[in-house]
């Protein structure tokens, strides 16, 4: 970089003018004129603020020391010799010769010359601006220079008026500077220190800093100098300081020995001391003819300027008051609208929010200016924002909507409609106008609206799927229990020896297989047979475990982590298993080859309303403790699309399967007043948490099994039923136990059948039958004989049956397809 020597300030301030033009002189001339007049009323305030008072009557010293900025020009700053040289330093010269005081001088660095006076090295320091913090360890003689401080920006930079228009650029300033409170107080804290106003106009110089702040005298002298003036733009003051000289605190009687010395200096001598470093005006004597002609003619324009002047503000008066009234109007408006009403400019940025911003989002009108929409829109809805937005951009006039969910000041989302128009073509406006109304209440009512939609056709499924079981369990039922009647009936008729044995288990297997689907299809439409107890679900997985472990893949790793004193819930076992094996062959099927886990977990929590909420079949059920058993897997997830149809009936995602595992898993729950929640994401794994309703009731002693049962029995049976196989089958087993029998293939034949055979002991009844249904012929042939035990053989489940003969005098029911040695237990109940 350059180096600068500084010269002597009245070369600076020399011009020759004898290569210009007279009528480029007028303003110069006038210009040095006024600041003549401006310089003599300033001296003459100076020196009336000069004037001594009464201090502490003391010895006066033989030498002062003072401290002083040692580049500041034109009050101070070094010569060639590196003396010390300016306004400033001749002042104290010509104190010294009236007070007879040697005065010792010592220019420095600012930071630097307060560090020392604060020190002690030094009695008196100069230069100094007055502040509070300052007047805690000094006082201060009265101001003898008023000094302005603005800001100094490079030409290429606009939009700086002020303190509060730097914040975000780096602005240099003097280290220990009084400007530097004022530029903290208005927020700028990017603050780069240099130890001098030469160093920073230097550094301005070789294009370090753009943002400045220097007072103006020694920015003048030092842009000049370095020929950049031309580069730079300042503002208004930030504030103008005023030069003084403190001692420190309590010095009473060094301050008025200083202000004595400098009063006892003329107004004259001062002036002669400013005209030295400042200049004097150039003589105009050749050309003050044409300045009076200047004179007239600006003061013709400026009568006319005046009259001219008086008419424009009675116009803009008039327009003022109109144009207040318009705001007014529009001011009112904006308050009182729902809807908030924003002006963004073409980068996306808020320029204006109405009132309603504030009520509606908490933010208040400052707090929103700089931010766009897509800051503060969902992040799951930024896309759908920007999107709309980049294509509001390409066509002027164009009205875009969109809804999305707006972040508030406290963190949480609000649903707005958001209609914008394009008008950034337009001049008077220059922007985007955007209307944002709230519709949270519609979307909660939509939300609710989708809900019960959702609810209405899950039970229409549910409904249907009712409608196909009962179908399933009278026909398909039928079925099965002839190919299971006689499988049974082969195998106690032939001996264990027989190859047909193995043959004959396999039927009996597949014909279980047949109905376990059916039972799946009623669990489903919650009409399954539930056999109720206390049980424990952790006995329930502790006897399982064996089963569980050779049922998942070999790369699949089963853990359990039990809760210890868990309470008792009312389920059925059987059901319970079922839903068990399902959770935990979908789980293994999920982690597939790769190798995974499948952690199985049980405890106790009280479930909210908040909570259930977001559980499956959370309409029926109530809040309170819960007992919970929790299987999750480390295998592939689910996606959204798949979560919302894991439940319908007949989907799957696998080749095989039949779609029916999840939905009896859900018809399970629902019977059991439980409920589900599901945790699942694409390549992070599948937590499925079932929830029962804990019970703090013991749990009953579990029964043992009796073994073989040789019960038989005598009297003569009549069978009711619309299928010939079943009468065939049924006619067997019950003879196989010691029973003769009679067949009826109606309802109708049933009571003819049984007016004419008074010996019958007992009646096993079908209940869908074609002339006369069961329920009907059940009536009848209560109303012949009070006393005659009916049993019910259906496909139907034992709950559905019961609660049609409830009171009736029902004397049991068989569920189809049963075996003989169910029969022969039913038999043996009554």
């Known amino acids: 970089m350059a180096r600068f020597e500084h010269k002597c300030p009245e070369s600076c301030h020399a011009t020759t003018f004898s290569r210009r033009r007279v009528n480029s002189m007028i303003i110069p001339i006038a210009s040095y004129v006024l600041r003549f007049f401006a310089l003599s009323t300033f001296l003459l305030a100076a020196s009336t603020c000069m004037a001594s008072s009464p201090g502490n009557s003391v010895a006066s010293p033989t030498s002062i020391r003072v401290v002083m900025d040692n580049n500041y020009p034109p009050y101070v700053f070094k010569g060639d010799?590196?003396?010390?040289?300016?306004?400033?330093?001749?002042?104290?010269?010509?104190?010294?010769?009236?007070?007879?005081?040697?005065?010792?001088?010592?220019?420095?660095?600012?930071?630097?010359?307060?560090r020392r006076m604060d020190a002690g090295e030094f009695d008196v320091i100069d230069t100094i601006f007055r502040n509070e913090k300052r007047e805690k360890v000094y006082d201060f003689t009265k101001p003898y220079a008023v000094i302005p401080v603005p800001l100094f920006f490079h030409k290429d930079i606009s939009g700086i008026s002020g303190p509060d228009d730097a914040r975000g650029f780096m602005v240099a300033a003097k280290a220990g500077g009084n400007v530097l409170?004022?530029?903290?107080?208005?927020?700028?804290?990017?603050?780069?220190?240099?130890?001098?106003?030469?160093?920073?106009?230097?550094?301005?110089?070789?294009?370090?800093?753009?943002?400045?702040?220097?007072?103006?005298?020694?920015?003048?002298?030092?842009?000049?100098?370095?020929g950049i003036q031309d580069q730079f733009r300042e503002t208004a003051p930030l504030y103008s300081g005023e030069f003084r000289r403190a001692v420190p605190k309590g010095r009473n009687d060094l301050l008025a020995m200083v202000e004595k010395g400098f009063a006892g200096i003329t107004p004259a001598?001062?002036?002669?001391?400013?005209?030295?470093?400042?200049?004097?005006?150039?003589?105009?004597?050749?050309?003050?003819?044409?300045?009076?002609?200047?004179?007239?003619?600006?003061?013709?324009?400026?009568?006319?300027?005046?009259?001219?002047?008086?008419?424009?503000?009675?116009?803009?008066?008039?327009?003022?008051?109109?144009?207040?009234?318009?705001?007014?109007?529009?001011?009112?408006?904006m308050s009182l609208s729902p809807d908030i009403i924003s002006i963004i400019g073409k980068d996306g940025a808020f320029e204006y929010n109405s009132p309603s911003a504030e009520r509606i989002h908490g933010y208040a009108q400052d707090e929103m200016l700089g931010l766009t929409p897509l800051d503060l829109a969902h992040p799951e809805d930024r896309e759908r924002v920007d999107r709309v937005f980049k294509e509001l951009l390409k066509t002027p006039e164009k009205i875009a909507n969109v809804q999305y969910r707006y972040r508030n000041k406290d963190g949480s989302y609000t649903w707005v409609e958001w209609c914008a128009c394009n008008q950034l073509s337009n001049p008077h406006i220059n922007g985007i106008i955007a209307i944002s109304r709230n519709i949270e209440d519609r979307k909660r009512v939509e939300s609710e609206r989708l809900k019960l939609e959702q609810q209405l056709l899950h039970a229409q499924k549910l409904e249907s799927l009712g409608v196909l079981a009962g179908g399933i369990a009278h026909d398909f039922n039928n079925i099965l229990m002839t190919i299971m009647g006689n499988a049974d009936l082969a195998l106690m008729r032939i001996t264990a020896e027989s190859p047909a044995v193995e043959n004959l288990r396999r039927i009996e297997n597949a014909a279980a297989q047949a109905a376990d689907l059916a039972k799946q299809m009623l669990a489903y439409s919650g009409k399954g047979k539930f056999v109720v107890e206390h049980i424990n679900v952790n006995s329930l997985l502790t006897e399982m475990l064996h089963m569980l472990e050779v049922s998942i893949s070999k790369s699949a790793v089963l853990r359990l982590d039990l809760a210890r004193d868990l309470p008792l819930v009312e389920a059925d076992t059987t059901q319970m298993r079922q839903?068990?094996?399902?959770?935990i062959i979908n789980a293994s099927e999920a982690i597939g080859d790769t190798s995974g886990v499948i952690a199985v977990s049980t405890g106790c929590m009280d479930c909210d309303p908040g909570y259930l909420k977001d559980t499956w079949l959370d309409e029926d059920i109530t809040a309170g403790p819960y007992v919970y058993l929790e299987i999750a897997d480390t295998g592939c997830g689910m996606d959204k699309e798949t979560l919302a149809r894991i439940f319908d009936?007949?989907?799957?995602?696998?080749?095989?399967?039949?779609?029916?595992?999840?939905?009896?898993?859900?018809?399970?729950?629902?019977?059991?007043?439980?409920?589900?929640?599901?945790?699942?994401?694409?390549?992070?794994?599948?937590?499925?948490?079932?929830?029962?309703?804990?019970?703090?009731?013991?749990?009953?002693?579990?029964?043992?099994?009796?073994?073989?049962?040789?019960?038989?029995?005598?009297?003569?049976?009549l069978i009711v039923d619309d299928d010939e196989t079943i009468l065939g089958i049924g006619s067997e087993m019950l003879e196989e136990l010691g029973f003769s029998t009679t067949t009826a293939r109606d309802g109708r034949e049933a009571v003819a059948i049984f007016k004419e055979t008074?010996?019958?002991?007992?009646?096993?009844?079908?209940?869908?039958?074609?002339?006369?249904?069961?329920?009907?012929?059940?009536?009848?042939?209560?109303?012949?004989?009070?006393?005659?035990?009916?049993?019910?053989?259906?496909?139907?489940?034992?709950?559905?049956?019961?609660?049609?003969?409830?009171?009736?005098?029902?004397?049991?029911?068989?569920?189809?397809?049963?075996?003989?040695?169910?029969?022969?237990?039913?038999?043996?109940?009554i």
Not at 87 to 107: F, P
Not at 199 to 217: N, Q, S
Not at 579 to 583: D, G, V
Request: one cysteine or more.
């Open 81 to 114: 010799q590196g003396q010390l040289k300016g306004i400033t330093v001749d002042q104290w010269n010509l104190w010294e010769k009236r007070t007879g005081i040697h005065v010792e001088l010592t220019g420095t660095d600012w930071s630097d010359a307060q």
């Open 181 to 226: 409170d004022v530029l903290r107080k208005h927020g700028v804290t990017n603050i780069v220190e240099y130890p001098s106003y030469e160093k920073i106009i230097e550094a301005a110089y070789d294009g370090k800093v753009k943002v400045f702040t220097v007072d103006r005298p020694p920015a003048l002298y030092h842009l000049n100098k370095m």
């Open 269 to 333: 001598e001062y002036r002669a001391i400013d005209k030295k470093w400042m200049g004097i005006p150039i003589s105009a004597s050749p050309y003050v003819r044409y300045v009076g002609y200047s004179a007239l003619v600006i003061a013709a324009l400026v009568a006319g300027l005046l009259v001219w002047l008086r008419l424009l503000k009675r116009a803009v008066s008039r327009k003022t008051r109109e144009l207040s009234g318009s705001e007014e109007r529009f001011r009112s408006i």
């Open 579 to 583: 839903i068990i094996m399902n959770l």
């Open 649 to 717: 009936p007949f989907f799957t995602t696998k080749f095989t399967g039949r779609g029916l595992g999840m939905a009896a898993v859900l018809g399970i729950l629902r019977g059991h007043k439980g409920a589900i929640k599901i945790y699942t994401e694409p390549g992070k794994g599948t937590t499925f948490k079932i929830l029962l309703p804990a019970d703090s009731r013991p749990a009953e002693p579990a029964g043992h099994d009796s073994g073989r049962n040789d019960w038989h029995g005598a009297g003569k049976v």
């Open 758 to 829: 008074p010996d019958i002991a007992f009646v096993i009844l079908d209940l869908t039958m074609p002339h006369m249904n069961g329920e009907e012929c059940f009536r009848e042939l209560r109303r012949i004989r009070p006393d005659v035990k009916v049993i019910i053989s259906s496909g139907y489940n034992e709950q559905e049956v019961t609660r049609k003969f409830a009171g009736k005098g029902l004397a049991g029911f068989i569920q189809k397809p049963y075996r003989l040695s169910a029969l022969q237990e039913a038999l043996q109940g």
